[in-house]
């Protein structure tokens, strides 16, 4: 079946600083992927959705200044906080989707920590 | 807007069956899908069901759908103890962001040997 892969699997990071996460479909092209957040004993809401070539539409009170997203190519998403706080670590997952309407293949999330 | 409401836990003994049970707003949904999450994994689709369906099998696993009453159910037969886990419903919401998923909080579901 179809693979997604996130990188890294867990980060811990400062106050302040940026953190990338990756999210690569390995055996498929995305047309689009999504960015989930989910926080402990929640569960999963939609950030954003990404288009391969252009601009990620943001969710309602999602920072678009914040959740920097790129989709530079139909295998590749990223995912970057930027100037995280504590208040942003939580497990962010990504799924893409092969364009069709039936599955969305999920990745195996990142968990970030900011101390 | 659309939601997605399901119990939060379920305990049953090992042999079993379960039942996860799930309901919805959105009339409009054509596709619901029953996701699975173990500790610290990400989501993983067991089964979805067409919304002009009303039950779907597979091994296991028993969708039951009923449209009017917007009411999804999960049946697990012969519940192991690897079957504990996160169950999350959710649904495709044409009418947001190119067909994202509206999952409901999910049912944690607690096996004793």
């Known amino acids: 079946g179809a693979v997604v892969s996130q990188h890294p699997s867990w980060v811990i990071c400062k106050s302040g600083t940026s953190v990338k996460i990756e999210c690569r479909s390995l055996?498929?092209?995305?047309?689009?992927m999504f960015w989930y957040r989910q926080f402990p004993k929640q569960s999963l809401m939609l950030m954003a959705t990404?288009?391969?070539?252009?601009?990620?539409?943001?969710e309602q009170g999602v920072e678009k200044d914040k959740f920097l997203i790129n989709h530079a190519s139909l295998t590749l998403s990223t995912l970057t906080v930027t100037s995280a706080h504590p208040e942003d670590s939580s497990f962010y997952i990504c799924?893409?989707?092969?364009?069709?309407?039936?599955?969305?293949?999920f990745g195996p999330g990142t968990r970030l920590t900011v101390t | 807007g659309e939601d997605v409401e399901q119990s939060l836990f379920l305990s049953v003994r090992e042999g079993d069956s379960s039942v996860i049970n799930c309901t919805y707003t959105?009339?409009?949904?054509?596709?619901l899908y029953w996701y699975k999450q173990e500790p610290g994994a990400g989501l993983q689709l067991l089964t979805y069901i067409f919304s002009n369906m009303d039950m779907k099998q597979d091994q296991r696993l028993t969708v039951l759908l009923n449209k009017k009453d917007k009411h999804l159910s999960l049946r697990i037969a012969d519940t192991q103890t690897g079957d504990s886990a996160i169950y999350f419903c959710?649904?495709?919401?044409?009418?947001?962001?190119?067909?994202?998923?509206?999952f409901g909080k999910g049912t944690k579901l607690s096996v004793k040997p």
């Open positions: 959710a649904e495709r919401d044409y009418g947001g962001s190119q067909g994202n998923l509206i």
């Open positions: 055996d498929f092209q995305a047309t689009t």
């Open positions: 990404s288009n391969e070539g252009s601009k990620a539409t943001y």
């Open positions: 959105d009339s409009s949904s054509t596709y």
């Open positions: 799924s893409a989707t092969l364009g069709g309407p039936y599955e969305q293949y």
